[in-house]
């Protein structure tokens, strides 16, 4: 991706460096003895914290598992059917289930984030009041005895009679959707016991991709919202929405006019990377300058040239240098990145690995420069630097 925008502590260059001089304390013999995987075994290093491996022997960092959702962090996650820290309204876990209508009850099921409410089957049972659709006045005596007669008999819980010339036709379960991808449309009884009657339930549950934005959701916590600029809430697609005099009606960040001149010479509008760029003008906004209005001409000319290497050919950090090289390869000359000219010149120039890790984050040199610039879009743009 954008390599001037990528966090320089993930560089294999100070491997690279500490790989050298270690090897300056063992003779030839003993390496090639031995070789990379046994030198390995005996290190000490270390992985990412996205569960990578370590360095040769080392251990790996700590995945995040993705199949435990972060309840009671008061969102609804991939995993959650609700969040208990959410006190009311949209994604709140339900502590009782009262029924929706007649003949549609329901019951609580789960606990914690993985409460719901299940409609139960209906079943036929004397003087309950409600005649669900599969039964008859033989198996249930809530059921209508005079259904077919011509008359509604509202009082035997009747809404409309077969005959269409006796009041308005049965409803069919066609006739209950109201179009309204918010409410939960059904057909409650039957036309074979005169009963059948149409409900609708508002939905309250955060349920991405079912069309419906509840309301009091947003766009942080539905992903079938849009974002509302003026509501206070900071949405994607918005740089602020607080009613401060520095944000606009649009929910765009007012620029001072330094961030002004970052974003009117530096970002490239239009182009897949132009939110990070604009991003760090706002937020990195000396660490642009640095690299790309340097007083240094040369050294702005070598930052710019990472810069732009990093752009075109969708490289990060110091993969832009070694490229499919590994670590040992690339320790000892074999380099194979798109980007070698451009990060070797703007090391110094110097062609020595050991010198390019030292260098990395030295703003006395463009390299450095490119890489703290990275350092702070990844830390203050992760959703729009990725």
């Not at 732009?308 to 990145?337: I, K, P, Q, R, V």
């Amino acid at each position: 991706m954008i390599a001037w925008f990528r966090e320089p502590g993930r560089s294999v260059l100070p491997w690279l460096g500490a790989l050298l001089m270690a090897c300056n304390a063992f003779d030839s013999a003993q390496l090639d003895r031995h070789g990379p995987d046994a030198a390995g075994r005996s290190g000490n290093g270390s992985g990412g914290t996205s569960g990578g491996h370590g360095g040769n022997g080392g251990s790996g960092g700590t995945g995040g598992d993705s199949s435990s959702a972060p309840c009671g962090d008061g969102r609804v996650s991939a995993g959650e059917k609700c969040d208990i820290a959410i006190d009311e309204g949209p994604g709140a876990c339900p502590t009782e289930c009262p029924p929706i209508a007649n003949c549609v009850t329901r019951m609580l099921n789960g606990s914690n984030c993985q409460a719901e409410c299940l409609v139960l089957a209906a079943v036929c049972a004397d003087a309950d009041g409600c005649c669900p659709e599969s039964c008859s006045l033989a198996s249930d005596d809530d059921c209508p005895d005079h259904c077919g007669d011509g008359i509604v008999q509202e009082d035997e819980g009747e809404t409309c009679e077969p005959d269409s010339d006796a009041g308005p036709p049965c409803p069919t379960l066609a006739d209950c959707d109201d179009g309204d991808p918010c409410t939960t449309d059904t057909l409650v009884g039957s036309e074979a016991n005169c009963n059948p009657s149409c409900t609708r339930t508002a939905i309250s549950t955060l349920q991405p991709g079912d069309q419906c934005c509840p309301a009091g959701a947003n766009a942080n916590t539905d992903s079938d919202c849009q974002a509302d600029c003026g509501n206070q809430i900071e949405e994607p697609g918005e740089e602020c929405d607080d009613g401060s005099a520095s944000c606009d009606a649009d929910c765009k960040i007012i620029p001072t006019a330094e961030q002004q001149d970052c974003l009117d010479r530096f970002v490239d509008t239009g182009t897949p990377d132009a939110a990070c760029q604009r991003c760090a003008c706002f937020e990195c906004t000396q660490r642009v300058l640095d690299c790309r209005d340097d007083g240094d001409a040369t050294r702005r000319m070598r930052c710019d040239a990472v810069v732009a290497c990093g752009l075109e050919n969708d490289c990060e950090g110091m993969a832009c240098y070694c490229g499919t090289a590994s670590l040992m390869n690339c320790a000892f000359g074999a380099a194979n990145g798109p980007c070698i000219p451009e990060v070797e010149q703007a090391a110094g120039p110097s062609m020595d690995p050991v010198q390019i890790s030292m260098r990395q984050s030295d703003p006395n040199y463009g390299l450095g420069r490119a890489n703290l610039l990275g350092a702070c879009g990844v830390t203050q743009c992760p959703d729009v630097c990725p």
